[in-house]
């Protein structure tokens, strides 16, 4: 089955932590994507990555940080110096090569909550 | 910048006809996206057009561009309750380089039985 894993759905976390969120794919995409959700709102860009061991920033990274050694997995990390980390993160993929539509496939999301 | 405008809200009974609207501002949009977010998951691709199309059948699902007022449309035959969601409206930049996708904030439909 190809798809997107997010792990884990819930995560709670005291304030000053940093808390990794993990994504992994096996849709062999070359580009990973980060969004922050909070509630109703749209998607907001927090880190995108467009081929492996590069990242770039998004709208709001001020507070994160993301890695991309391997083609399937692209983890964020919510630092203590994210001053509102409570939200819903979502990952997604997309293989934007010639004759596709550069659509994004999403995951299922981690609700984290930190208090 | 690009920005990417919906409705934030649309009620219909169920066996109606729902229509969600979106207007963007990019006027070099190469593609334009419908998802569909149910409560606590990610989103779910629903179709996706072209900019040199002008309408996109799928099913239930009939997808309009007007590209002049760049205005986008989804509609939704014979609606059901398990269409209510959340439906986010997404834009491809013709002139940005990079992959990323521009979404609106989303509209939220509620089918009443």
């Known amino acids: 089955d190809g798809g997107i894993t997010q792990s884990p759905k819930y995560l709670f976390r005291k304030e000053g932590q940093n808390v990794t969120l993990s994504c992994e794919q096996n849709l062999n995409h070359d580009a990973m994507y980060w969004y922050r959700q909070d509630p109703g709102q749209g998607l907001r860009l927090i880190y995108y990555?467009?081929?492996?061991?590069?990242?770039q920033k998004g709208d709001i990274a001020e507070g994160y940080s993301v890695s991309r050694e391997k083609k399937e997995s692209f983890p964020l990390t919510v630092t203590s110096a994210q001053k509102n980390p409570t939200a819903f993160y979502l990952c997604?993929?997309?293989?934007?090569?010639?004759?596709?539509?550069?659509?994004?496939?999403f995951g299922p999301g981690t609700r984290l909550t930190v208090t | 910048g690009e920005d990417v405008e919906q409705s934030l809200f649309l009620s219909v009974r169920e066996g109606d006809s729902s229509v969600i609207n979106c207007t963007y501002t990019d006027s070099s949009s190469t593609y334009l996206y419908w998802y569909k977010q149910e409560p606590g998951a990610g989103l779910q691709l629903l179709t996706y057009?072209?900019?040199?199309?002008d309408m996109k059948q799928d099913q239930r699902l009939t997808v309009l561009l007007n590209k002049k007022d760049k205005h986008l449309s989804l509609r939704i035959a014979d609606t059901q309750t398990g269409d209510s969601a959340i439906y986010f409206c997404?834009?491809?930049?013709?002139?940005?380089?990079?992959?990323?996708?521009?979404f609106g904030s989303g509209t939220r439909l509620l089918v009443r039985p």
């Open positions: 990555s467009q081929i492996v061991n590069d990242f």
């Open positions: 997604a993929s997309s293989m934007p090569t010639s004759g596709r539509a550069y659509e994004q496939y």
């Open positions: 997404a834009e491809k930049g013709g002139m940005d380089s990079s992959y990323k996708l521009i």
């Open positions: 057009i072209f900019s040199n199309m």
